[in-house]
């Protein structure tokens, strides 16, 4: 079965960086679009960034010129780099793998919290 877990997060300073990763198994990860989303307490999971599987790459309006997303196919994993981290960034990121309208996986999460 497809499996995705994401790994690095933890807690940082203001103004720290994180790299998170996902690992993905159980599918053909080169044909899928892959996904960061986050989600804060009492808000709405939103998008953070995601990367087509041609490596065409999207942010999120409060996460740009901060954090990048990129993907490695021979190792079936997606990273998030995050710079300039901010309290407003604490949550839970979750990785989302997609294919298609009728293929899509999510990860358990990772919590990133940002505080001093």
């Known amino acids: 079965q497809v499996q995705l877990v994401e790994s690095g997060g933890g807690l940082v300073q203001p103004g720290g960086s994180l790299r998170l990763s996902c690992a993905a198994s159980g599918l053909t990860f080169s044909l899928y679009d892959m996904g960061w989303y986050r989600q804060a307490p009492g808000k709405q999971r939103e998008l953070v960034a995601d990367i087509t599987s041609g490596g065409f790459t999207r942010n999120g309006d409060s996460v740009k010129g901060r954090f990048t997303i990129s993907r490695d196919n021979a190792k079936n994993t997606v990273y998030l780099q995050m710079n300039s981290l901010k309290p407003e960034d604490t949550a839970i990121y979750y990785c989302?793998?997609?294919?298609?309208?009728?293929?899509?996986?999510w990860g358990q999460g990772t919590q990133v919290t940002v505080s001093s």
């Open positions: 989302c793998a997609r294919f298609g309208s009728y293929h899509t996986y």
